[in-house]
T-cell receptor
Framework: QKEVEQDPGPLSVPEGAIVSLNCTYS??????FMWYRQYSRKGPELLMY????GNKEDGRFTAQVDKSSKYISLFIRDSQPSDSATYLC??????????????FGKGTLLTVNP | ETGVTQSPTHLIKTRGQQVTLRCSSQ?????VSWYQQALGQGPQFIFQ???????GRGNFPPRFSGLQFPNYSSELNVNALELDDSALYLC????????????FGPGTRLTVL
């Protein structure tokens, strides 16, 4: 079993839809949870950063972490064609004072159709 | 604030050759991590450098090595290139002891023929 599982999609939605992206994980040491957006042939761009369980909202984006279920989600409201990208979940755990290693999911390819 | 930069953008090598990739960290950051991203996969952690020393390593063979310089920039060296080394190589910078949020550069696309 991989440490982080993410449905690779692809996911295709109409403009204005609510998008739900999810990851599950197996390592209970993970404490820091991130979502990155990656456009084709570019580096990942940090979207959301959450510590431990709970919700975090930033504009149209909401990140949720449920550590008891080892499940994280990213919701995108009022999706736009410019949101079309691969979305990567990533997580890390404390190791010697620094969370030196990010463990990524495979990424979900999202297309928002005008 | 200057973001993470990487060079070169693209590189084509043949099997058995050696390659050096370069990374300049974001201003104010003292830690650099390297990741390999194969096509259709998430990035895989190679190693991290802090204070010019390796601070953690993923499941990569010794022919993957690195350096960090006093200005916090970094190099990734890969010897004896194999076809499976073809990938996007990503550098990420962060502040050790802070939130450790890692910010990525645009990557270097390496093709091994």
């Amino acid at each position: 079993q991989k440490e982080v599982e993410q449905d690779p999609g692809p996911l295709s939605v109409p403009e204005g839809a609510i998008v739900s992206l999810n990851c599950t994980y197996s390592n209970s040491a993970f404490q820091y949870f991130m979502w990155y957006r990656q456009y084709s042939r570019k580096g990942p761009e940090l979207l959301m950063y959450t510590y431990s369980s709970g919700n975090k909202e930033d504009g149209r984006f909401t990140a949720q972490v449920d550590k008891s279920s080892k499940y994280i989600s990213l919701f995108i409201r009022d999706s736009q064609p410019s949101d079309s990208a691969t979305y990567l979940c990533a997580m890390s755990g404390n190791s010697g004072g620094s969370n030196y290693k990010l463990t990524f999911g495979k990424g979900t390819l999202l297309t928002v159709n005008p | 604030e200057t973001g993470v930069t990487q060079s070169p953008t693209h590189l084509i090598k043949t099997r058995g050759q050696q390659v050096t990739l370069r990374c300049s960290s974001q201003s104010g950051h003292n830690t650099v991590s390297w990741y390999q991203q194969a096509l259709g996969q998430g990035p895989q952690f190679i190693f991290q450098y802090y204070r010019e020393e390796e601070n953690g390593r993923g499941n990569f063979p010794p022919r993957f090595s690195g350096l960090q310089f006093p200005n916090y920039s970094s190099e990734l060296n890969v010897n004896a290139l194999e076809l499976d080394d073809s990938a996007l190589y990503l550098c990420a910078s962060s502040l050790f002891g802070g939130s450790d949020t890692q910010y990525f550069g645009p990557g270097t696309r390496l093709t091994v023929l």
